[in-house]
């Protein structure tokens, strides 16, 4: 079975839910800081297909430092995506990660250049 990840990202905390293909969605909260994320997806390590990161101003450093410590990490600019998150009725940084891990398995999304 395949796992999609989604990353919220805020300066102080990070939102990340995995996605399976029966919908499952283990969610948690941590800092903001690559080791913790990924100690965070380790267990999902050898079904792990893609992780989201929203395109924000913090996200080239974590993007650069995920993709040095080999997770499968594509940086999207959400409000570009097709079933776009800021059309959720209650728009929260865990409902964000939420609808990133579901474009992660629906690839309904464009990935962003990270300079």
């Not at 079933?83 to 690839?107: F, V």
């Amino acid at each position: 079975m395949e796992f999609y990840a989604g990353l919220d990202v805020s300066l102080r905390a990070m939102n990340v839910w995995v996605v399976d293909g029966r919908q499952r969605r283990p969610e948690t909260t941590l800092e903001t800081s690559p080791d913790a994320t990924k100690l965070c997806l380790a267990k999902w390590r050898a079904q792990r297909k893609r992780v989201g990161l929203d395109a924000f101003s913090y996200s080239a450093s974590l993007f650069t430092a995920l993709s040095e410590k080999v997770v499968p990490v594509i940086c999207i600019e959400t409000g570009r995506a097709k079933p776009s998150p800021n059309a959720m009725l209650n728009k929260t940084d865990r409902n964000d990660a939420n609808g990133i891990a579901q474009m992660m398995g629906t690839r309904w999304f464009r990935g962003v250049e990270v300079r």
